[in-house]
DNA sequence: TCCCCAATCCAAAACATTTTGGTAGATTGA
DNA sequence: TCAATCTACCAAAATGTTTTGGATTGGGGA
């Protein structure tokens, strides 16, 4: 590989002057600069980007280092993130470096690295937890950083975050189950380890209470993790009411599922029991929601009623508020909050394939931007029991 | 953020011994190593990757840069195998690199740039053209790469790849189809540029052959892009046959879609005709077969019979053979040749979660390491009329 | 004539590491 | 005891770029 001392040579000039006129600068003759850059070309010149990144310069990547989790393999939304990440990190103008961390101890070590060795100008954080170590360590090590979700701390949040209310998100799919004569409402959640976990089952206990719905715990089953897990919860559900001296009526009539993959398995339990999954709260039939509105939730039969985290937008505003701190351009607080929004699907709706691409910009986002409040209550974030 | 220096001061020694010592040389005493090591943790010491790099050091990190596409957001393949990428680039310890090229040009310029500035020890191809100019740009770049599908030049690939037999993919299903009666097939496909729809239509018409079947050219129409084309495909298929002078039974019974995101496109577009989607050859009745085997393969109603690609264990051999050629062992010619295996989906079978995670190592797949043959002549490829 | 300015250019420093080619001192072998 | 070998260390070179802080011109104004 040639380097810049090899065009220096070749044109008789300084490598300064090849430096400068290959990175246009304003003190070198046109006909000096055309030299410059023809001799690069036939040379084949690129310059080494650890050479220049050792003196200071931009690297042009951000990096995405999610904690690993098993099954990852088979997470669509980990893919569909990532996936958009790359292409929103490509419309402006980045590369993307995409990392796993084994332990949280080895996420520690790697933003470390990642901040130590410059080899990237930001990083992206994801899966935000109520307190999460990740915040602060990314602030003294002086690295760029934005979130994707946020920490519990509302009043005071100072870092550069995207949030979904996630809590609206939740209410809007229960609005929809009351309006459809559900009354009993049973929610399914993963492990309570995130903050957006903790605000979708807040958002539920808030529209029940709304509604004037009870709010019974034996339908709140939380910390599902292997697939055996939901078997067992959808199993304890229809359980409920089995007892001759408890009422026929307690089992639920809908269930709410913290995401669509829980949500497919559920119907997928349903449906070994026998139970057909539909919109109305009839003797034999239970009505299921998600949440994130992935690829496959129109394609199930029935088709998922779900909540839309407008993935492509996200990751699009992520980059540039990413963008924006890296190049200064902005006081390093600025935050998005996008609102949610139920999509409604009827049991035996045509469902087309949907137009998902959002090549929208941040800037239309913008009367988003501006002081956060709190989404939910701290005190209304309970841990079901399991 | 402290370099090797602070180090050395505080430890006082010179810096060659802290490098030395934190790379474990022999030529440095335990109890000095010692010392080393532990000022380093304390000053919160992490080697800047720029100047190893500069050095001449690995970078452990391998690019991925394909083509952009429209509708790229709402590829599922590409996401799939990205995210797998990612995972299988962890398990061997590397950082994965994406990027995304505006046009074909851009690609040459990307690829010469990641070769040049010495970012990625190695890149991944995939979408390998029957005649495709990366190859023998990677190898005069002198940049380790290894790709996912071939170029034409079956009887003597020069380089690193892995496969998979989708000829013998499309002939699963072709099988599967005509054991079900089916003897009218028309086959659907995008354009026909990459080497991999090449042999999928090669293995349909090699199919139709053996089970004596006509070939009937109004039953192939390729080179589908927009969702529109899908439509416009569909409906002249089932206006074959409509003329009074024509049988009715020019219709085709079955149709195979070149991937699972055609063949969904092809069942919605049926069934907004209102035609049933089913596997037996009956009247108002079309069987529709796709290939990939994504998630959703299993989801849609009725589940698709596909051929599945084991994107988890292509993107593990991948890594495995590139981890290979970077470390120089083994001479940089090793092929993979996965067998395709067909997915039979019935109707109105129970899918369940499919557990889909491979984290099998190469190892196991030496098997299939050997020579390459030709998995398809190309006289038989011959471009379908649109 | 002298000085100054703008337009071009450049030498050297700085960046943080690894590698090369040693040296000094201790230990071993004959 | 002397030479050879080992052990533990180090100075300096090499890596390729950008930036800093000037230096050199040629021409215009006083």
Redesign the pocket.
Known sequence: ?S???DIAREAG?????V??A??GYS???EI?RRRVVEIAQSLN?Y??A???N????RTDTVAFAPLLREHMESEQFFKEFLGLLTLSAFRHDLSLLATVADTPSHTDKIYRELAGSGRVDGIILADIKPQDERIDLLGSLDLPFVAFGRTADYADLKYPLVDVDNAAGTRAVVDYLAGKGHSRLAYLSGPFNTSYSLHRYSGFRESLRQHNLPIDDRLVIADLQEPSDTTGAVARLLSLGENEHESKSLRPTAIVAANDHLAWQVIQELQRHGISVGSHPTGNNIAVTGYDDLPFAGYVQPPLTTVRQPIATISDILLDLLVMIIKHETESKKKVTLPAKAIRREPNEQVGMEKRANTGRAEQYVRWIGPMQALVAPELVIRASA
């Open positions: 590989m380097t810049i001392f000039v300084s490598i300064t002057t430096s400068r290959l990175n003190d070198v003759s000096t010149y310059p080494s650890a050479a220049r050792l003196q200071g310069r």
